[in-house]
């Protein structure tokens, strides 16, 4: 029963226009969400946050949208660079005194030059 | 300021090997996770240390033990090790506060033959 789902395992997108990574989730309880960025023998690193009572938080080039409604959140990166390439993970909080993360199983995402 | 550190990078171990993978964090948090990272899969919560002295099971904790040793440091041991642990192990640190992203070591890739 994965309570995160990343449907698209990947993506692939010409450099300079926007990358979009979907992430749905069935836990209601969840109340924080983040995306991690993750290059090949490396660890994950954390890119973006947004809490549950707010539905955008923009950083720089990402902004991550969140419509609880739909239990669904987004990544937009504008725009793409071939150094975005990368796996991209979302995980969610649940509410609980140890902060821990369920996450979904990531996409691929590759800019082309 | 090396944040977290995992030893060892790799490991190759029989079946029914023992093994300790060591972390250790140097940004004074007080919560400290295992994860393990299987194709597909995402990273997995095999069992979180919430503050010194106390330790909690993840997802997926059978067939592993965990030591939190101080605040600095939180070792996962395989005491018979078994193929399908085959995987990528990362250990995360994170504060209990906002904000509340985990911040992860380099990993361990590990193969049991």
Same mark, same amino acid.
């Not at chain 2, 140097?26 to 299987?38: E, G, K, L, V």
């Not at chain 2, 979180?48 to 002295?53: K, N, R, V």
């Given at each position: 029963d994965q309570q995160v789902k990343q449907n698209s395992p990947s993506l692939s997108v010409q450099e300079g226009r926007i990358s979009i990574l979907n992430c749905d989730y069935t836990n209601s309880m @969840?109340?924080? @969400?983040?995306?991690?960025?993750?290059?090949?023998?490396?660890?994950?690193t954390f890119l973006i946050s947004i809490s549950s009572i707010k539905d955008k938080n923009e950083d720089g080039r990402f902004t991550v949208f969140l419509n609880k409604s739909a239990k669904h959140l987004s990544l937009h990166i504008v725009p793409s660079q071939p150094g975005d390439s990368a796996v991209y993970f979302c995980a969610a909080r649940g509410n609980n005194a140890g902060n821990m993360l369920t996450f979904g199983g990531g996409t691929r995402l590759m800019v082309k030059p | 300021?090396?944040?977290?550190?995992?030893?060892?990078?790799?490991?190759?171990?029989?079946?029914?090997?023992?093994?300790?993978?060591?972390?250790?964090?140097?940004?004074?948090?007080?919560?400290?996770?295992?994860?393990?990272?299987?194709?597909?899969?995402?990273?997995?919560?095999?069992?979180?240390?919430?503050?010194?002295?106390?330790?909690?099971?993840?997802?997926?904790?059978?067939?592993?033990?965990?030591?939190?040793?101080?605040?600095?440091? @939180?070792?996962l041991r395989l005491e018979s090790a078994a193929p399908s642990q085959t995987s990528v192990y990362f250990c995360a640190s994170s504060r209990r506060t906002i904000p509340l992203e985990q911040y992860f070591g380099p990993g361990t890739r590990l193969t049991v033959t």
């Open positions: @969840f109340d924080y @969400f983040l995306w991690y960025k993750k290059y090949p023998a490396e660890g994950p | 300021n090396a944040g977290v550190t995992q030893t060892p990078k790799f490991q190759v171990l029989k079946t029914g090997q023992s093994m300790t993978l060591q972390c250790a964090q140097d940004m004074n948090h007080n919560s400290m996770y295992w994860y393990r990272q299987d194709p597909g899969m995402g990273l997995r919560l095999i069992y979180y240390s919430a503050s010194e002295g106390t330790t909690d099971k993840g997802e997926v904790p059978n067939g592993y033990n965990v030591s939190r040793l101080n605040k600095r440091e @939180f070792s």
